[in-house]
């Protein structure tokens, strides 16, 4: 297996791995690499939706969607997402987020396998959370250090914590499902939220993902948000994503999410 890292301040390219049969050198390589670099970019693999939901238990026991129209009803661990209603989900996630930030236990790896690939379109946009903290003015880093977000559904979580595996503290925002800060006017809560979204798109801080069939893309969420790309409905892509829970995640069972905000 070779780890090569990209050019931006997080990611990494891994090459030589059959992810439908890893050995354990290889699950203990891609488990070190995906905290060292929060995002793994693995091209040309050749995986079943079942290989997917195997190769994925080794980063964790895996969430669970409901079925629908366009979900596979035998395995409810594959989160379909498509450009066309009747291949699964559309229009996801089109601003910065990490999955499963409403969930009081937040989603820590999700990840994705391109099945049907687009002519054109379709692409994701990958933040490093860890340097959008470091580089926030000092002043400004104490202004949000003790904040607490508030979901739409009412979760709570700190807006800055340390990563539970490497105490790294990073800037832990859902731009579109976050309704408020606590203590905060709602006026000053769309500053806030104006600004942070403004500093997660800044210039050259994004690595931006052009899918290829075959793909595999791993994400930390609590180092990197995402955020889609319109793809329109005359093209045809199939992305399958897998998550890990939050008490089966590799790195320490049974952390919560709440221990990140402990300095």
Do not use: C
């Not at 880093?141 to 990563?163: M, Y």
């Not at 045809?236 to 952390?255: F, M, N, P, S």
Request: charged content about 25%; aromatic content about 8%; proline content about 4%.
């Amino acid at each position: 297996m070779k780890i090569g890292a990209m050019h931006t301040s997080f990611g990494a390219r891994v090459e030589e791995v059959d992810l439908a049969s890893l050995t354990q050198r290889d699950t203990d390589l891609l488990r070190a690499a995906l905290l060292e670099y929060g995002l793994l970019a693995i091209r040309n693999q050749e995986l079943s939706p079942v290989d997917q939901v195997r190769m994925s238990e080794v980063f964790g026991a895996l969430e669970t969607s409901p079925t629908g129209e366009g979900q596979l009803a035998d395995l409810p661990q594959i989160f379909r997402v498509a450009s066309r209603p009747s291949n699964g989900h559309t229009n996801v996630g089109r601003y910065w987020h990490s999955d499963g930030s409403f969930r009081a236990q937040a989603t820590p790896i999700s990840i994705w396998h391109l099945v049907a690939r687009p002519a054109d379109g379709g692409e994701t946009l990958f933040t490093d959370l860890r340097e959008a903290y470091r580089t926030l003015p000092d002043d400004r880093k104490t202004s949000i250090d003790d904040l607490i977000t508030l979901h739409r559904n009412g979760v709570e979580h700190p807006l800055v914590f340390r990563h539970p595996a490497t105490r790294d503290p990073s800037l832990y925002f859902n731009v579109g499902l976050t309704s408020g800060i606590v203590g905060y006017t709602n006026q000053e809560f769309m500053a806030l939220r104006h600004d942070l979204n403004d500093h997660l798109s800044r210039a050259g801080a994004s690595y931006v993902h052009h899918w290829l069939e075959g793909d595999v893309v791993i994400a930390d969420n609590f180092r990197v948000a995402h955020r889609a790309t319109p793809i329109s409905m005359d093209q045809h892509r199939i992305l399958d994503r897998t998550t890990i829970q939050a008490d089966g995640v590799y790195w320490k069972e049974g952390y919560r999410l709440a221990d990140a905000s402990e300095r």
